[in-house]
């Protein structure tokens, strides 16, 4: 190639520094987000909350992700293929695949990672969610070194896992952060601080940086992630917003981009003050309350029975709520293909009926207006929140239930249930990971980490591990079902109040945000105007 050479002058000189202005010269674009609260961990194998799974997102990328639309999409594997009696599963994964230090990931790093999950010293709150992999439970339970999961690396960059039964909802699990990868050489490194700013190592589309408890969590654009060409936003600054009346504040003073609650009693005024900024929809979401069912009195299913059938779920829905909830009698909700769901037997009563029939067994149990029962109600401190306790407790008050009313932080809350502690009755929602009734209904099998009623049913496991060696999709959901109905419809491993709508604020400024069933929204599909 033929070079010409000219002469400087005072005008291209001026060009030339313009030109070599650094990338960083440039408006930065941020996303400032709403995020619940602050999480309990960023280990994304201890990882249990919605406000976790948000970050997980972000910072992870796992062998299959969720586009905008919820929808299935090949991340980590570009591709895969199932063996044709669907036990084997063999992923290929990205060639251009990267950690954030530059190094590749490999099909070892999810051998390791998945290893991790069902060892028992990790103390997984998700380990049974690999289940389906062969040996898995054998591995949590302590019966068989973690070597022996099926999940093996054929080369680097293809793994192979190997199931105990074909398992329909498997790839829609994949998606989930107890699935993702954590490098080794990082945990190695720095043990449990590996997930701290400045350590961590992560190969989804962004990095974090910053990390003040209380105050925000800052992710910075990825530059190693295989598709960071397609990442419009270069920084996202979560915030815990447990506080929603402060969240709207400060989504209305352009503080926040966007906020996944707000209080539901305002509604109407906030759909009148933002308009489509408000978004309500239908959400595979169950807000519900557990007893202790391993502690007298609460152990009797009779009276957790009647405790349930005095709550006027109707009300709770309606009034408390704003009707952006529907009444549930059942765990697992509507809008799951192919599921009928078990409901209460008293789901068809009216209120009346139903506060009589609770009675007469309140009255069988001794407990009376004039020989009132004790009960703790402990809940994770929003607004909306306190207004579902408040209303319950004014509920059983004339039937004898003497309720006492505890608050928390949604990180100590949910803590002190990990750990199983000594409560009566305490607050508890569940949203879809994917969408099939095992999710839900898996919460109530005896020790999975998410039980935390500590119901056990050696009936209803049976049920439950029918279901999991059913080929057959109609014989499989008809058992799902009988399991519904014996754990939840029959015992109350859990107690179903409301069916979610998903209640977020989004600014006009968001582009990307589909409204889903899921509510889930990673942010390298969304950018801002």
Same mark, same amino acid.
């Given at each position: 190639?033929?070079?010409?050479?000219?002469?400087?002058?005072?005008?291209?000189?001026?060009?030339?520094?313009?030109?070599?202005?650094?990338?960083?010269?440039?408006?930065?674009?941020?996303?400032?987000?709403?995020?619940?609260?602050?999480?309990?961990?960023?280990?994304?194998?201890?990882?249990?909350?919605?406000?976790?799974?948000?970050?997980?997102?972000?910072?992870?990328?796992?062998?299959?992700?969720?586009?905008?639309?919820?929808?299935?999409?090949?991340?980590?594997?570009?591709?895969?293929?199932?063996?044709?009696?669907?036990?084997?599963?063999?992923?290929?994964?990205?060639?251009?695949?990267?950690?954030?230090?530059?190094?590749?990931?490999?099909?070892?790093?999810?051998?390791?990672?998945?290893?991790?999950?069902?060892?028992?010293?990790?103390?997984?709150?998700?380990?049974?969610?690999?289940?389906?992999?062969?040996?898995?439970?054998?591995?949590?339970?302590?019966?068989?070194?973690? %070597? *022996? +999961?099926?999940?093996?690396?054929? !080369?680097?960059? $293809? &793994?192979?896992? @190997? /199931?105990?039964?074909?398992?329909?909802? =498997?790839?829609?699990?994949?998606?989930?952060?107890?699935?993702?990868?954590?490098?080794?050489?990082?945990?190695?490194?720095?043990?449990?601080?590996?997930?701290?700013?400045?350590?961590?190592?992560?190969?989804?589309?962004?990095?974090?940086?910053?990390?003040?408890?209380?105050?925000?969590?800052?992710?910075?654009?990825?530059?190693?992630?295989?598709?960071?060409?397609?990442?419009?936003?270069?920084?996202?600054?979560?915030?815990?917003?447990?506080?929603?009346?402060?969240?709207?504040?400060?989504?209305?003073?352009?503080?926040?981009?966007?906020?996944?609650?707000?209080?539901?009693?305002?509604? %109407? *005024? +906030?759909?009148?003050?933002?308009? !489509?900024?408000? $978004? &309500?929809?239908? @959400? /595979?979401?169950?807000?519900?309350?557990? =007893?202790?069912?391993?502690?007298?009195?609460?152990?009797?299913?009779?009276?957790?029975?009647?405790?349930?059938?005095?709550?006027?779920?109707?009300?709770?829905?309606?009034?408390?709520?704003?009707?952006?909830?529907?009444?549930?009698?059942?765990?697992?909700?509507?809008?799951?293909?192919?599921?009928?769901?078990?409901?209460?037997?008293?789901?068809?009563?009216?209120?009346?009926?139903?506060?009589?029939?609770?009675?007469?067994?309140?009255?069988?149990?001794?407990?009376?207006?004039?020989?009132?029962?004790?009960?703790?109600?402990?809940?994770?401190?929003?607004?909306?929140?306190?207004?579902?306790?408040?209303?319950?407790?004014?509920?059983?008050?004339?039937?004898?239930?003497?309720?006492? /009313?505890?608050?928390?932080?949604?990180?100590?809350?949910?803590?002190?249930?990990?750990?199983?502690?000594?409560?009566?009755?305490?607050?508890?929602?569940?949203?879809?990971?994917?969408?099939?009734?095992?999710?839900?209904?898996?919460?109530?099998?005896?020790?999975?980490?998410?039980?935390?009623?500590?119901?056990?049913?050696?009936?209803?496991?049976?049920?439950?591990?029918?279901?999991?060696?059913?080929?057959?999709?109609?014989?499989?959901?008809?058992?799902?079902?009988?399991?519904?109905?014996?754990?939840?419809?029959?015992?109350?491993?859990?107690?179903?109040?409301?069916?979610?709508?998903?209640?977020?604020?989004?600014?006009?400024?968001?582009?990307?945000?589909?409204?889903?069933?899921?509510?889930?929204?990673?942010?390298?599909? /969304?950018?801002?105007?």
């Amino acid at each position: 190639m033929q070079h010409r050479f000219l002469r400087s002058t005072p005008s291209m000189l001026a060009l030339l520094a313009v030109l070599a202005l650094p990338a960083a010269g440039f408006a930065e674009t941020v996303l400032n987000r709403g995020n619940l609260d602050d999480p309990e961990s960023l280990d994304p194998h201890r990882t249990s909350t919605l406000a976790e799974a948000n970050l997980m997102r972000d910072l992870f990328s796992g062998l299959i992700g969720l586009d905008a639309d919820a929808r299935l999409v090949p991340d980590a594997a570009e591709s895969w293929t199932v063996s044709d009696d669907g036990l084997v599963y063999t992923f290929t994964l990205r060639a251009d695949g990267k950690w954030s230090d530059g190094s590749p990931v490999t099909a070892q790093d999810f051998v390791f990672s998945w290893q991790r999950v069902v060892t028992p010293e990790t103390a997984a709150e998700y380990a049974y969610m690999l289940a389906p992999v062969k040996n898995a439970s054998e591995i949590t339970a302590g019966k068989l070194p973690p %070597e *022996d +999961l099926g999940i093996r690396a054929l !080369d680097d960059h $293809r &793994v192979e896992v @190997t /199931l105990n039964a074909p398992t329909p909802y =498997f790839l829609k699990m994949l998606t989930h952060q107890s699935t993702y990868p954590v490098q080794s050489a990082n945990v190695a490194k720095f043990g449990a601080a590996f997930t701290k700013p400045g350590n961590l190592v992560s190969n989804g589309a962004y990095t974090l940086t910053d990390f003040v408890p209380n105050d925000h969590i800052t992710l910075t654009k990825n530059p190693e992630f295989w598709d960071a060409a397609g990442v419009a936003i270069d920084r996202i600054d979560y915030y815990p917003t447990a506080d929603t009346a402060a969240a709207v504040k400060r989504f209305e003073a352009g503080e926040l981009d966007t906020n996944r609650d707000f209080p539901t009693s305002q509604t %109407e *005024d +906030l759909r009148a003050k933002f308009g !489509d900024q408000l $978004r &309500v929809g239908p @959400t /595979l979401g169950t807000y519900y309350y557990g =007893f202790k069912t391993d502690k007298a009195p609460w152990s009797d299913p009779a009276l957790r029975q009647a405790i349930s059938m005095l709550i006027d779920r109707e009300f709770l829905s309606q009034k408390v709520w704003q009707d952006t909830m529907l009444p549930a009698y059942s765990f697992v909700p509507p809008g799951i293909e192919g599921y009928q769901s078990a409901l209460l037997d008293y789901a068809t009563l009216g209120q009346i009926d139903r506060e009589d029939a609770a009675t007469e067994i309140l009255t069988g149990l001794g407990i009376t207006p004039e020989s009132p029962i004790k009960l703790e109600l402990r809940y994770n401190t929003s607004d909306n929140n306190t207004n579902t306790a408040v209303a319950v407790q004014e509920m059983l008050a004339p039937f004898g239930i003497d309720v006492s /009313l505890v608050n928390l932080d949604t990180k100590s809350h949910y803590g002190y249930l990990e750990q199983k502690g000594d409560y009566d009755m305490a607050r508890a929602a569940w949203f879809a990971d994917y969408a099939d009734p095992e999710n839900f209904l898996s919460l109530c099998t005896s020790g999975t980490g998410n039980n935390m009623t500590n119901y056990a049913s050696p009936e209803f496991d049976a049920l439950m591990a029918e279901a999991a060696a059913e080929a057959d999709p109609k014989a499989r959901m008809q058992t799902l079902h009988q399991a519904e109905a014996l754990g939840v419809a029959r015992d109350l491993c859990v107690m179903p109040l409301m069916f979610y709508s998903y209640h977020n604020l989004v600014s006009d400024r968001v582009e990307g945000w589909n409204d889903n069933v899921l509510d889930v929204h990673p942010s390298r599909f /969304l950018s801002v105007k």
